[in-house]
């Protein structure tokens, strides 16, 4: 039996959106991929500028200095933007959402059901929600820096070291507090 006109509408437009969506998404990942890699070559550029000036050229020292002091600015910007973690991001929500459409148009028996159509929809769904968390917890831009970042174990990274090794307020020997 065929599926029904509602049933062929619904696969239509879960598929035109499941298309449209993935596009902009992939869009998207190339967008801050080539964003990453332009910031990462105007660095190296930088770089290469400043070494060709003050060893070819005798250019001033307030020159090559300033040319040497963009790229560690570059890198702060682009570590706190996070150009690659949302490139990786929009890739995989792509690739996920393909994965639904391949479902939905190609997986589905001859005369599907509407139980099943929707399994597809709440699958989208999940995915959108699993990304977004994902998202918001990883990707989201972070306004705060601190040298002294939290371990698994709960002690400071960035603590100074004691003479022993530890980290200041730590005990080298076991039973010190």
Partial sequence: ????LEIERRIKELSAELTSHGTRTYRGGRYNHRAALALMLLGLGCNVAAAILGIFYDKSGKLVGGLA???PLIAFVSTRLKLEGKSSWHYRKSNGLNALRSRLLY???ESPTFDQVAAIAKARDELNEKMQIERDTNLSF???WSPRKMDQSGSHLGAPLRRGGSPAGESDRPGDD
Avoid at 1 to 4: A, K, L, Q, R, S
């Fill in 69 to 71: 002091a963009i790229p």
């Fill in 1 to 4: 039996m065929p599926p029904t």
């Fill in 107 to 109: 997986q589905l028996p």
């Fill in 142 to 144: 972070d306004w705060t």
